[in-house]
């Protein structure tokens, strides 16, 4: 095997193999030529080619999701690096393990008018666990900084609290020589896995809101799928006192939870909306889609209590009193303790399950009565999901829609909630289909979404496990639904953007089999197509237009559809 000539690359590639990583985006340069060649000759690792640095990321983002591991991201010097901070927030907000190692011009020619040489060391501190600069190696004890800085970075992407790592490292002319000779590191510092409980001052402090409380909330923010802490909840769900309320990016399946946080709250009968407000509320996970949960629970004023590794102090709901650092299951455990030594002090819970249910019972007949739209197209997506798929939707307005319907207990839900950006949700997707060849994936995306990130699929990976469902419905329709645009003469224009562009062109582009449809009838003629084997080994589109409707009218008369008693 061969390696760039590099000292440097040598020991940083070894330290990308302690750590886990497999998997190794590339955006292909000049300047990053060194770690190119390390990375492609080494049979460690899966290299995937993106040129669009801006969409690599994204698609590291996707294997880093389903793999659960760290991924490399790498490019060339200049404005390169930049393009990668989109998907680097995402994966700050959402505890996601990436390491971005960004080619460097040396320092002495940074400000010098240098070709693509702009101020890089440090660029992503705000948005990153660690990061450091690794320069050139010329003694022992530069080595032994090297690798001691080099230590410390890796680990600290996939610890305890979970996100992505900056390494910039400068890089001198020449770049692409090779060798056979290829060291490791010498003094590799590994740091020791711990585990936190709650202390007995922590429980005390614990006792002493929530047992002096009889109207319990738990909420769950966005969460990958966890059996264990599902349990938990259950358990807790079952004791009439306490409310679990879960979105599905929150992956946790119950018929015991209320599942449709939207639906419910516009079900609530306006005299006992005060029957409904939680004397203490518990939150875990990242974030939630609902923002009027978010404004309910703000106006319930009951203290918070937070479990997690990351953010402690991030107060949602306004009334923050107590945070701990242990593991979602550590917390809820011990609050279920506490609850078996006084079970079902009230039916608060039961109240809001008994609302969701009803909910669920009136959705099929309601959605039935309204025309062809949004809520009609989403409807059906949802009622032909494949079984055990993993389901990525796009943010604005269709995951508010896809929160409406019930959850499917066999599909792992993902949407780039961190930033709740449109920016990279097609990328995403493809690099978590790439990441598992023998799941299915599908992506249900809007049209801004789709045609914003078009070079997700200017890509040879793209994965034949995939199929796209675009709803496009003219522009960005979130401005027809929230209150505030249509008040302005930009309302059109400007905030929903409108265009009447359609898929096909970018389909046969990149050589994706193309299908339409503008009704119910049309979309059933061709599901079993659309979700049949795919011919040339890429992923199929269907496009679902719905750009003559009246898409928000008819969701609030859906919304109104529903008879509060």
């Not at 510092?189 to 002493?208: C, F, N």
């Not at 479990?307 to 279920?336: I, N, Q, R």
């Not at 992506?443 to 034949?464: M, R």
Request: with cysteine.
């Amino acid at each position: 095997m061969i390696s760039s000539a590099k000292l440097e690359v040598q020991l940083l590639v070894d330290g990308c193999k302690k750590v886990g990583v497999t998997h190794v985006v590339i955006s292909p340069g000049s300047r990053n030529a060194p770690l190119s060649i390390a990375f492609d000759e080494d049979p460690h690792f899966t290299v995937l080619v993106v040129p669009d640095e801006r969409v690599a990321a994204f698609y590291a983002l996707g294997i880093a999701q389903k793999l659960g591991k760290p991924v490399v991201i790498t490019c060339t010097s200049g404005s390169a690096p930049l393009n990668y901070y989109p998907a680097v927030a995402e994966a700050f907000y959402q505890g996601i393990p990436l390491v971005v190692i960004s080619a460097d011009r040396p320092l002495e020619w940074v400000d010098q008018g240098d070709g693509q040489t702009i101020r890089q060391e440090r660029v992503f501190d705000r948005m990153v666990l660690k990061s450091a600069q690794l320069n050139e190696i010329h003694s022992d004890s530069q080595r032994w900084y090297f690798e001691r800085n080099l230590s410390e970075v890796l680990q600290s992407c996939n610890g305890a609290a979970k996100g992505p790592v900056h390494l910039n490292v400068p890089f001198s002319e020449p770049l692409y020589e090779t060798t056979d000779q290829i060291e490791t590191i010498n003094n590799w510092i590994e740091l020791g896995d711990v585990e936190t409980i709650l202390s007995g001052k922590s429980k005390t402090r614990l006792k002493e809101i929530w047992s002096v409380s009889n109207k319990r909330l738990i909420i769950v923010g966005q969460h990958q799928k966890d059996a264990a802490l599902q349990q938990m909840l259950e358990k807790l769900a079952l004791d009439g006192s306490t409310a679990v309320l879960v979105e599905h990016t929150s992956n946790m399946y119950s018929p015991y939870f209320v599942s449709t946080i939207d639906r419910t709250l516009n079900i609530l009968p306006e005299s006992e909306i005060g029957n409904f407000h939680p004397d203490c509320i518990v939150t875990i996970g990242g974030a939630v889609v609902s923002k009027k949960i978010k404004a309910f629970l703000r106006q319930s004023q009951a203290p918070v209590i937070r479990f997690g590794m990351d953010f402690p102090f991030m107060d949602t709901y306004k009334h923050l009193s107590f945070s701990a650092l242990v593991s979602p299951l550590e917390g809820l455990s011990y609050l279920a303790e506490l609850t078996a030594e006084t079970p079902h002090q009230s039916r608060f819970g039961f109240g809001w399950k008994k609302i969701d249910q009803y909910g669920s019972d009136q959705q099929r007949p309601i959605c039935a009565s309204q025309p062809w739209s949004d809520l009609r197209a989403m409807e059906f997506v949802m009622d032909v999901i494949p079984d055990h798929c993993n389901l990525h939707i796009s943010n604005s307005s269709l995951i508010r829609y896809a929160l409406l319907f019930d959850p499917i207990q066999t599909v792992t839900y993902w949407c780039n909630r961190g930033t709740s950006g449109i920016d990279g949700s097609s990328s995403t997707a493809v690099g978590a289909a790439v990441a598992s060849p023998n799941e299915s994936h599908l992506l249900v995306t809007g049209d801004l979404s789709f045609f914003y990130d078009s070079n997700a699929w200017w890509s040879k990976h793209l994965p034949e496990n995939l199929r796209i469902v675009l709803i496009n419905n003219g522009g960005g329709d979130i401005f027809n639904i929230i209150p505030g645009p249509k008040s302005t003469n930009q309302w059109k224009k400007i905030f929903v953007a409108e265009q009447e562009l359609a898929a096909e062109a970018v389909s046969k582009l990149y050589g994706m089999e193309y299908f339409s449809a503008s009704s119910s009838e049309e979309l059933d003629a061709c599901l079993d197509a659309f979700f049949g084997n795919s011919e040339n080994g890429k992923p199929k589109l269907l496009e679902i237009n719905t750009m003559s409707q009246n898409n928000s009218a008819v969701l609030e008369t859906y919304f109104k559809s529903f008879i509060k008693n």
